[in-house]
């Protein structure tokens, strides 16, 4: 059993910087396209899709936390924001509705919570692999896990990571810019981080309320139905690639 883990806020930052420059096709098509994609070269026998779920409890640990990403937004002028989150929304709801794809998305959570916690969950209680598609640094911290692999969709290959501790403790230290968390200077600076950044331990509340929704999952029977999903996304891809419709 092969679990394929992937990353959908990085797949739609990419959909959108190609759509940018071909804007008679629907980000959602290149989405798609990156999803059957990952599916089919890395032979899934079961597709999760992590997404964030609005407001992250990180932000009432430090507010400012990625307050960075609306500034890199608004300068991108050509992009009407809302409207793509709720066409990316409402295609996470159905592709968790009529395809194959288990897609989780819960408030107040982050995708990169979800992934952490699920590739551990399935590796440890389950004994299955796991292959998480992502190419943010912070998911390095999982690779050594075992049965668990990284493959990073910049460099188009596995990444290994010797020792993740390292990373947590440097982005404890110094900080991660990409996040806007600032350097610690204290050692009430270096805890916040350290929460902050940590992958390998969240807290309890975060992974309880992820683990529910996986044995929620694991516990339903998945329903198909393409002629519903392809009403909706009329690409002819989808009417030849059964990726998304067979298991």
């Known amino acids: 059993m092969i679990n394929l883990i992937i990353d959908a806020n990085e797949l739609l930052m990419r959909s959108i910087f190609v759509w940018r420059k071909n804007k008679n096709i629907p980000f959602q ?38 307050a960075n990403r609306k500034d890199f937004r608004e300068k991108i002028e050509d992009v009407n924001w809302d409207s793509v989150f709720k066409s990316y929304n409402f295609l996470l709801k159905n592709l968790d509705k009529y395809t194959i794809t288990n897609v989780i998305q819960i408030d107040n959570i982050e995708a990169d919570d979800i992934i952490s916690y699920l ?33 990073s969709t910049r460099r188009k290959k596995f990444v290994n990571e010797d020792n993740a ?60 139905n393409r002629e519903e999903f392809t009403k909706v996304y009329k690409y002819k ?6 990726y998304l419709f067979q298991s």
Request: charged fraction near 30%; hydrophobic fraction near 35%.
């Open 29 to 66: 098509y290149f989405l798609l396209r990156q999803i059957i994609k990952y599916i089919k070269e890395l032979k899934a026998s079961r597709v999760f899709i992590a997404a964030d779920g609005g407001h992250s409890w990180r932000k009432y640990i430090y507010p400012e936390y990625k």
């Open 165 to 224: 501790i390292n990373i947590i403790k440097n982005k404890m230290i110094k900080g991660d810019t990409s996040d806007n968390i600032p350097k610690a200077n204290t050692f009430g600076e270096k805890v916040r981080n350290y929460i902050l950044v940590n992958l390998l331990k969240l807290p309890e509340p975060v992974e309880e309320t992820i683990r529910n929704q996986i044995e929620s999952i694991l516990h339903s029977k998945k329903e198909v």
């Open 119 to 151: 590739s551990r969950y399935l590796s440890y209680v389950h004994q299955e692999d796991v292959i998480i598609v992502s190419q943010d640094s912070d998911i390095r911290q999982l690779a050594n896990i075992p049965r668990v692999k990284v493959y």
């Open 237 to 242: 891809f989808l009417q030849k690639d059964p």
